[in-house]
């Protein structure tokens, strides 16, 4: 398989399967960029630690870096996100399905982002292409389980462990700085959470851009008559491409979630931003590492409610709360639905 940049802006122009592909999936990392950049920085920004711009292009440079440095260190993330589904040999219609999944994903994610709520792209892509493969399969044969369940212990693993090390860390931060002077500990929290915004930044690229990453790359392989991408290296024009869009989409912002997620949830203190930073950030880490896909966005917000349990449970605003589990918990029926449609509409006009 020819994975040369050449070779893929010929097949780009003549096949027009892969043209629409490419473009939604660059858009759909947009949009990745665009929606789920505030969440690595939210904490940063309402603790008054950066003002929105400067975090905002401090996030996209570490998204840009996360996604190209940790794609070629370990691509597991994105293996197993081109490996989660099969469209079948005929990989003319495979690719029209893929296309009806990615459009699918747009549809969902700025639908909700509109309405100032984080969303989850990460499993409207896993969603999106599960609808897709069960359409063009006619059922389920089409999920390759053995990788589908990484994302019931990824979903499982955000949840308990960001929350976990989000209190684990806060509990650590409060015993260590007890006693000290609160304007002294403010000052190296400040810089603290800095830091601890750009892991979390970087982390977001490296989970979510291989995320897409592989999507494209089963799209490449698609329309090279491949159904499959096993053994195939990624190329690093493929990373660079990725982690630009997602940095530009990045750029663009999006300070309603920054007060949904880091404001109106949890009030927190410096010492406290820092804590759900690096709690988030390490756990990203870890899933990142064992090739599992999970969502930034999961993650954060439970190790946000970690931190502020450290304090007390009614230092949570359980109602915020209630509103994102709800949106996670439609993502998968909702976008799968969608996809499911897309594909079945796709594949009999064209």
């Known amino acids: 398989m020819d994975v040369s940049f050449a070779h893929f802006l010929q097949q780009v122009f003549s096949n027009p399967a892969l043209f629409v592909t490419t473009l939604l999936t660059l858009g759909v990392i947009f949009v990745n960029g665009w929606t789920d950049a505030p969440n690595a920085i939210a904490t940063c920004v309402t603790t008054r630690c950066m003002r929105v711009r400067s975090a905002v292009v401090m996030a996209a440079v570490f998204n840009f870096l996360g996604v190209f440095l940790m794609t070629q260190i370990n691509a597991s993330v994105a293996s197993t996100i081109s490996t989660m589904v099969d469209f079948g040999g005929d990989t003319d219609a495979a690719l029209i399905a893929l296309c009806a999944a990615l459009f699918s994903i747009v549809v969902y994610s700025v639908g909700a982002s509109m309405l100032g709520i984080p969303t989850s792209e990460s499993h409207s892509l896993i969603a999106g292409l599960s609808g897709a493969a069960i359409a063009i399969q006619g059922g389920i044969a089409g999920i390759n389980m053995g990788e589908w369940v990484k994302v019931l212990y990824g979903l499982a693993a955000s949840l308990l462990i960001g929350f976990a090390m989000g209190w684990l860390v806060c509990k650590a931060v409060t015993l260590v700085c007890a006693g000290l002077d609160r304007r002294r500990t403010n000052g190296f929290f400040t810089g603290a959470q800095i830091a601890g915004a750009a892991a979390m930044s970087f982390m977001h690229g490296a989970q979510d851009g291989q995320k897409f990453i592989g999507v494209l790359f089963l799209g490449m392989a698609l329309s090279n008559g491949q159904s499959s991408v096993v053994g195939v290296v990624i190329p690093v024009w493929l990373m660079i491409l990725c982690s ?32 759900a930073d690096l709690s988030s950030a390490l756990c990203l880490l870890l899933m990142t590492v064992l090739g599992i896909p999970v969502s930034t966005t999961h993650t954060k ?47 009999f006009v064209f």
Do not use: H
């Open 244 to 275: 630009t869009i997602m940095g530009v989409g990045t750029s663009v912002g999006g300070e309603k979630i920054i007060k949904s997620v880091g404001m109106d949830m949890v009030r927190l203190e410096k010492y406290q931003g820092f804590s």
């Open 301 to 347: 917000t439970s190790a946000i409610m970690g931190v502020g349990a450290v304090r007390r449970l009614s230092a949570i605003n359980f109602g915020v709360v209630r509103d994102m589990m709800l949106t996670w918990v439609f993502t998968f029926p909702g976008c799968g639905i969608i996809s499911y449609a897309m594909a079945k509409l796709f594949m």
